[in-house]
């Protein structure tokens, strides 16, 4: 399951981001507690976690505006914190869209244009149609989804290697967050070079487009790898309540739902053995265990070993 | 993709996104500030064509004080809300540092200049409307009998002679203003305390001892020796009014090269929202 908490190579490819054994403080509170972990360059990357699991504390730190205690964050072997080579190839999307002293649309993207070297002029403006910005009311009068829709804009238009977005669906109703991922799928096959790093905790609706998935919690990683690699050793089995039972005796139970005389059961396998035999069984159905699903049992998980461990 | 690889440094530092958002900010809140200021100046030109009153006329000038209060209203909101817009984005913070400095002596050589040109055309159209309107609109220039036109020529030289001097002291108050709002953004209270509290300070440590001295004296002295210590006060007071005076614009020059690295010190460890 620890997919990539090995930090040499995730998947296999190259990696454009590494956070080598982050430390970070305020004061009593401990955001990072020794976090390791690369990002795969070229793929929609998850990072995935509870409120105050340390996300933006993560990605604070990934776009300079923070300085870890103790530790290192690189982009392509570069360090990040004040350092231009490396920085000049990331675009950060806060959580909280901000302007500055900017006031229309037009004058945002004329400082694009010199923020970012790769900045799609004409994409950039067919985004805002897409997300039905007007171009030229003031940005401050624009409600939250609108200031969202338009800092998620600007971080596609960028062409920037690596885009961080840090919670980019706050604010965004529902038909506007799935176009925002559809736009991210289209605009990865347009420009497979290009990284994005979503950090959320709307896991079950970002599952779809991640290439790659990184769950941290309390400040340290739970696991890292692809959808696939992470739903591996996990299965959801569904069928009559006795059948059921009978096939997943012996396995841990993350969750059980009962439903018209239909039991779900999810389980964690204790062995490749045990999926072919279920799967082999006609009177049962089958399917990987959802990203969520999976996330909430490894975080009371952990969160029990910790419990215990204080005791 | 452009590969990153071939981008210089200021390319890959952004510093001409920086220069722009100057650009579009800054750029907009002189135009509007000098808007208005002429506006107002062009307002005061109505009230002899409607009251008796002559219209008083001081000549051409940069203004200099007005320029130092919008380099200290503009430093503050670039080391604050400007700095944030940038770096969030993923910006380097020297790049930001060196981008808002050039960005705010442009700003503020521009808005000096502004002054001026206002003054040039308010100056004109009263040498104007005083050939025009002889009986409505009269002129009181504010130095003695100097006729308008004669006071127009001599101030327009003078301001001219002066502008790289007012230029210098631009530059170098805004090399002060933007230490002080890379602080203020660090830690408002901290700051506000040295600022205030430092000069009340020094003042009490350096007054209430003389002051007490002083009252010995006047209790115990006789006339010659109270007028003697006068005459050692006012000595030492106008010694350090000619030393400052005399050293002034090397003190201001020092200052604000110092500040330049210590605003750059201040904003590079200021952890950002």
């Known amino acids: ?311 | 993709m452009q590969q990153t690889l071939d981008r210089s440094w200021w390319q890959s530092a952004r510093f001409s996104g920086v220069l722009r958002y100057h650009w579009k900010a800054l750029g907009k809140t002189v135009s509007i500030v000098l808007l208005v200021l002429f506006a107002a100046q062009m307002a005061t030109l109505i009230f002899p064509m409607i009251s008796d009153n002559p219209y008083p006329y001081s000549g051409v000038y940069a203004d200099l004080s007005i320029t130092m209060i919008f380099a200290l209203v503009c430093s503050c909101i670039a080391a604050g809300k400007g700095t944030r817009f940038l770096l969030r984005f993923g910006t380097s913070r020297v790049s930001v540092w060196l981008g808002n400095l050039v960005g705010l002596f442009a700003g503020m050589v521009a808005f000096l200049l502004g002054t001026l040109v206002l003054s040039i055309l308010l100056g004109g159209a009263v040498l104007g409307l005083a050939n025009a309107l002889p009986d409505t609109f009269k002129v009181k220039t504010l130095f003695g009998d100097t006729q308008v036109t004669a006071l127009f020529k001599n101030s327009l030289s003078e301001s001219l002679h002066n502008l790289p001097a007012y230029i210098l002291y631009t530059l170098e108050w805004t090399c002060l203003f933007y230490l002080l709002g890379t602080c203020l953004r660090r830690n408002r209270a901290i700051t506000l305390t040295v600022i205030l509290g430092v000069p009340m300070l020094l003042m009490m440590l350096t007054l209430i001892p003389a002051v007490r001295q002083a009252a010995d004296v006047v209790q115990n002295a006789n006339n010659s020796q109270m007028m003697l210590l006068g005459v050692q006060w006012m000595k030492y007071l106008v010694d350090f009014a000619n030393f400052v005076e005399h050293e002034w614009p090397t003190i201001q020059l020092l200052a604000a090269l110092v500040s330049l690295p210590l605003s750059y010190l201040c904003m590079r460890d200021t952890a950002q929202p």
């Open chain 1, 1 to 311: 399951m620890q997919a990539s908490v090995d930090t040499a190579s995730p998947s296999g490819g190259e990696t454009i981001l590494q956070v080598s054994s982050v430390n970070r403080r305020f004061r009593a509170t401990k955001a990072l507690n020794d976090l390791s972990l690369n990002i795969p360059k070229g793929q929609i990357v998850g990072l995935l976690g509870r409120n105050g699991a340390g996300k933006s504390t993560l990605l604070r730190i990934v776009g300079g505006m923070l300085k870890p205690n103790q530790g290192e964050v690189t982009i392509d072997g570069e360090k990040v914190y004040d350092h231009a080579r490396a920085l000049g190839k990331l675009c950060m999307i806060g959580d909280t869209p901000d302007f500055g002293s900017l006031s229309k649309i037009g004058d945002l993207f004329y400082v694009c244009r010199g923020l970012f070297p790769n900045w799609n002029e004409t994409y950039a403006r067919e985004l805002i149609s897409r997300f039905e910005l007007p171009l030229n009311k003031r940005m401050k009068t624009f409600s939250r989804g609108m200031q969202t829709g338009l800092m998620l804009s600007v971080g596609l238009a960028s062409g920037a290697e690596l885009t961080v977005y840090d919670e980019p669906s706050l604010g965004l109703d529902a038909v506007m967050r799935e176009r925002f991922y559809d736009l991210l799928v289209d605009e990865k096959q347009r420009y497979p070079g290009r990284t994005f790093l979503l950090s959320t905790h709307l896991i079950d609706e970002v599952a779809r487009v991640l290439d790659y998935s990184v769950l941290i919690d309390a400040g340290h990683l739970l696991c890292a790898g692809t959808v696939s690699e992470l739903q591996r050793g996990y299965l959801s089995v569904s069928g009559e309540p006795e059948v059921v039972r009978e096939l997943t005796a012996g396995l841990t139970t993350l969750k059980e739902e009962e439903l018209a005389g239909t039991l779900v059961r999810h389980v964690k396998l204790n062995a490749q053995a045990d999926q072919i035999r279920i799967e082999a069984d006609s009177r049962v159905r089958t399917a990987p265990v959802n990203l969520q699903r999976l996330f909430v049992f490894l975080t009371e998980e952990e969160e029990a070993e910790r419990h215990a461990t204080n005791a």
